[in-house]
Structures are given as C-alpha cells and as structure tokens.
T-cell receptor, first 116, second 110 residues
Framework: GAVVSQHPSWVICKSGTSVKIECRSL??????MFWYRQFPKQSLMLMAT?????????EQGVEKDKFLINHASLTLSTLTVTSAHPEDSSFYIC????????????FGPGTRLTVT | KQEVTQIPAALSVPEGENLVLNCSFT??????LQWFRQDPGKGLTSLLL?????REQTSGRLNASLDKSSGRSTLYIAASQPGDSATYLC?????????FGDGTTLTVKP
C-alpha cells in the first residue's frame, strides 16, 4: 500500500520554541493532506486540511497563527507549532488522500511532541 | 456535523472467541469508511476500507460490514488472539477528511 512518512517521530522541546513536523507521501501525489492531533486516551481530532499551493483550512478552535501549515509540493506538507507550550504536547498524525485509489487515506506513523 | 460513535468503549475476551465491534455515524453521506488498529503509543494501521457502494470487506480473520442507510458498520474478528489486543478506530470520510470514533479498546486474554 501507499506510504506516508513523518519526521521526526518524536521531539522534545522547551516552552517558547517552535517545532516543525514534516509529512511526505512517498509514492503518490497528494494535493490534499490532513493534520490530526491525538491527546492521551482520546481519539484523533482533525486540525486542518493542507492544500497544495494554497492556504490551509483550519477546523474551528484551531489557531492558525500557532499551527502553521505549508504544502509547497505535491508530496510534502509541514506543520510548525510556534511558541510551543506544555499543553501543545500531543501526538500529531498526518494523512494523505489518494484520489487514484478511491480517496483512501494513508496515515503517517505520527510524531510525539513533548514540550517541557 | 458528522459524529461517530463506537460501542463498546472497552472489551475483554478470552482467546479464541469471535467478537463484534460496532460503529455508528450520523450523516450517511459518506465516501468511505475505514477501520484502523492502534497499538499504545503508535500510529494507525489500516485494516479495512469499505466504499460507500459496498456492503462488506474481508481480510483474513476480519470482516467489516457497512449499512450506510442506517449509519452503521461492524468489525467482526474471528478466533481472537492475544496479538489482536489494541484499540480499534472507525473513521468515516467524505473523500478525504475523516471523522473518527473514540475507539474500542480490545484485550484478548491468553
């Protein structure tokens, strides 16, 4: 099946710093990617839809100035958590939708962010 | 707004039992439905994808059904094994964006 990678797989940063997470679709072109957040023992919540070549669409309650999304190519979307705080500590998962395969979503392995 | 509910929230069974996990959704205008497995601290593993025009999909000991009109899907696991212990997530998609249920945490005891 299709593969989506994320980097890094885990990161620890100090409060106030910014962290960038990369999501790559390795074997298909993804005009649309999605970013989810998962808190411990909770399900995945959609944060934003990343659109190649245009601005991301954010879900209600997600601060667009805090979670910067860039989708500069058909295989790469990045999520930057700016001025991170401990409450931003979470598991961030991206997915890419493959229109050539019935819009099946392929999920990355996730990035564990811990803000100290 | 789409809402996805999974019942039960947790399930513990002895090894060898057949079991059914349930998923319901409020908006039947879906493109597809996927079942995922998530192990603690790990990402998602896709188990089965059912297109909105399909009724069921099978993979090994897993069988997923979809009744779009009633907003329900079930995941049937035959002859459960301790290695099946994980959280199972149901997600409905409108051609890309997915809405997830809260999951069913399954424990299969040896």
């Amino acid at each position: 099946g299709a593969v989506v990678s994320q980097h890094p797989s885990w990161v620890i940063c100090k409060s106030g710093t910014s962290v960038k997470i990369e999501c790559r679709s390795l074997d298909f072109q993804a005009t649309t990617m999605f970013w989810y957040r998962q808190f411990p023992k909770q399900s995945l919540m959609l944060m934003a839809t990343s659109n190649e070549g245009s601005k991301a669409t954010y879900e209600q309650g997600v601060e667009k100035d805090k979670f910067l999304i860039n989708h500069a190519s058909l295989t790469l979307s990045t999520l930057t958590v700016t001025s991170a705080h401990p409450e931003d500590s979470s598991f961030y998962i991206c997915s890419a939708s493959n229109p050539g395969h019935n819009y099946e979503q392929y999920f990355g392995p996730g990035t564990r962010l811990t803000v100290t | 707004k789409q809402e996805v509910t999974q019942i039960p929230a947790a399930l513990s069974v002895p090894e060898g039992e057949n079991l059914v996990l349930n998923c319901s959704f409020t908006d039947s205008a879906i493109y597809n439905l996927q079942w995922f497995r998530q192990d603690p601290g790990k990402g998602l593993t896709s188990l089965l994808l059912i297109q909105s025009s399909q009724r069921e999909q099978t993979s090994g000991r897993l069988n997923a059904s979809l009744d779009k009109s009633s907003g329900r899907s079930t995941l049937y696991i035959a002859a459960s094994q301790p290695g099946d212990s994980a959280t199972y997530l149901c997600a409905v998609s409108d051609a890309g964006k997915s809405t997830f249920g809260d999951g069913t945490t399954l424990t299969v005891k040896p």
